[in-house]
């Protein structure tokens, strides 16, 4: 079963903003509409949704690449982070965004990437439009 996918993205703003946002509590929160906690540096910890995301942040590329250890409160125990790769390229209007999702455990691939849609990419394209 697959346990990586890539998703792609168009946001209504320019790469500076949606890279800053992402490594921001407060811009986190604000474009997904929930909260958020991030240390906006190489190794340090973030939270999403509420705690139900956690990670680290392991690289950085100002505006243009974002790489986190990744996991949820429903990976098993013994389950290692997984990774998420953030591209950001500009584009006519706004930004490219690239997610790739790695090392996930077995059977969950489906849920994030629907979830990553979902809860990440509709409520950030309302948010940048603004």
Do not use: C
Request: negative net charge; charged residues 25%.
């Amino acid at each position: 079963m697959e346990n990586e996918f890539r998703i792609t993205t168009f946001l209504p703003a320019p790469p500076e903003r949606v890279f800053r946002a992402w490594l921001s509590s407060e811009g986190h929160s604000a474009m997904t509409g929930s909260p958020a906690r991030v240390e906006p540096r190489v190794g340090g910890a973030f939270t999403a949704w509420d705690g139900y995301i956690t990670g680290r942040t392991s690289a950085l590329k100002p505006y243009t690449r974002i790489v986190q250890a990744w996991r949820t409160t429903e990976f098993p125990d013994d389950s290692v982070d997984s990774e998420i790769e953030i591209l950001l390229e500009a584009a006519e209007g706004g930004t490219k965004l690239t997610l790739t999702h790695r090392n996930i455990p077995e059977g969950q691939a489906d849920s994030y990437k629907s979830g990553w849609e979902e809860s990440y990419f509709q409520p950030m394209r309302k948010y940048f439009a603004k």
